[in-house]
């Protein structure tokens, strides 16, 4: 009797260490799906403090818009590794980031409630004048109602918006690590919320 409980024990131990072995070799494959998502606090935040604004975010930001200017000689060039002092998300800042893109356009705050419904958002940064539609080339004032062609975020691309604020700032898509994960053409940081790496 003793030996069969035993040989139960030892057997659920390897079962256990199967399944978590399995759970952990799957990373890099759920990582290139674009409906991978990671769960983050921030990125802007929503209006009620009982969500924390919470929000699922892509773990692979994707392509930047096809008609954005790329920036003719940035501070910081593809290929930089940086410090990131912006604090869209949890684990980001302080984080370390590899440059992936630099741009010359007009960077956006904006405030929006998802087309999935929920709490509205403030002071989501950050879009860029090639993500909101119908845009046109010249920078909008703030209060200005918009419509986001944006998809950062599920809930995001079709919704109303208003401008917060706005820099013309170089901005950057970048590859960065948070608390374990990766997150690749991660958008957008502004060289402001950059410095070197140490």
Known sequence: MRKRIMTTIAAGALGGALVLTGCS???DQD??????????????????????????HPMDGGPAPADIEKAASPKYPVGTEVTLTADHME???????????????????????PTTGGE??????????EEIKDAGPERLPDGTE???????????????????????????????????????NHKWVVESEIQPAS
């Open 146 to 184: 918009v419509t986001l062609e944006a998809e950062h975020m599920e809930g995001m691309k079709g919704a109303k918006a208003t401008i917060a604020s706005s820099t013309d700032q170089t901005v950057y898509m970048v590859d960065y690590e948070s608390d374990g994960m990766t997150m690749t």
């Open 31 to 56: 990582q290139a799906t674009p409906s991978s998502t990671s769960q983050h606090q921030g990125h802007g935040s929503t209006s009620s403090s009982d969500s924390g604004g919470e929000m699922e």
């Open 91 to 113: 684990g980001m800042d302080g984080a370390k980031a590899t440059i992936v893109g630099a741009f010359d356009t007009y960077t956006y705050a904006v405030n929006f409630t």
């Open 25 to 27: 070799t799957g990373g």
């Open 120 to 129: 509205p958002v403030e002071d989501h940064k950050w879009v860029v004048q």
